[in-house]
C-alpha cells in the first residue's frame, strides 16, 4: 500500500490544521494506522492510532482532548484533526499502516513521506 500525507502547514498556536493521509494500492481497512511526528533533532515519536474498523483508538498523552484521528474506509484515507496546536507540535508528521493498533514505529509495514506542521508562538 502506498500512502500519501497532506495538509500540513503553518499556523499560530491555538490554530487547528486537519491532516490527510490517502492510501492507493491496497485498502486502508485491512490496516491499522497510526500518526507518528519527528521534530528536528528528535526521534520520531508516537502520536495516534485507530484500528482497521475505527473502533479503538490510542492517543499519546501530550496530544489528547486536542488531536482526533478518523478514518474513513469508503474513501481510503485517514484523518488528524488537530486542535489547540503549541509551538511543540511542530514537527514532520508521517502516517503508517500496519496490521495492529501499534504506538512503536516497529509496529508499522508502510510509511508515507510526512507532512510539515509548523506552530508559531
Known amino acids: 500500500v502506498q500512502l500519501q500525507a497532506s495538509g500540513g502547514g503553518l499556523v499560530q498556536a491555538g490554530g487547528s490544521l486537519r491532516l490527510s493521509c490517502a492510501a492507493s494500492g491496497r485498502t486502508v481497512s485491512s490496516y491499522g494506522m497510526g500518526w507518528f511526528r519527528q521534530a528536528p533533532g528528535k526521534e520520531r515519536e508516537f502520536v495516534v492510532a485507530?484500528?482497521?474498523?475505527?473502533?479503538?483508538?490510542n492517543y499519546a498523552n501530550t496530544v489528547k482532548g486536542r488531536f482526533t484521528i478518523s478514518r474513513d474506509n469508503a474513501k481510503n484515507t485517514v484523518y488528524l484533526q488537530m486542535n489547540s496546536l503549541k509551538p511543540e507540535d511542530t514537527a514532520v508528521y508521517y502516517c503508517?499502516?500496519?496490521?495492529?493498533?501499534?504506538?512503536?514505529?516497529?509496529?508499522?509495514?508502510?510509511w508515507g513521506q510526512g507532512t510539515l506542521v509548523t506552530v508559531s508562538s
Open positions: 485507530i484500528s482497521r474498523s475505527g473502533g479503538s483508538t
Open positions: 503508517a499502516a500496519g496490521p495492529f493498533l501499534g504506538d512503536k514505529p516497529y509496529f508499522y509495514n508502510y
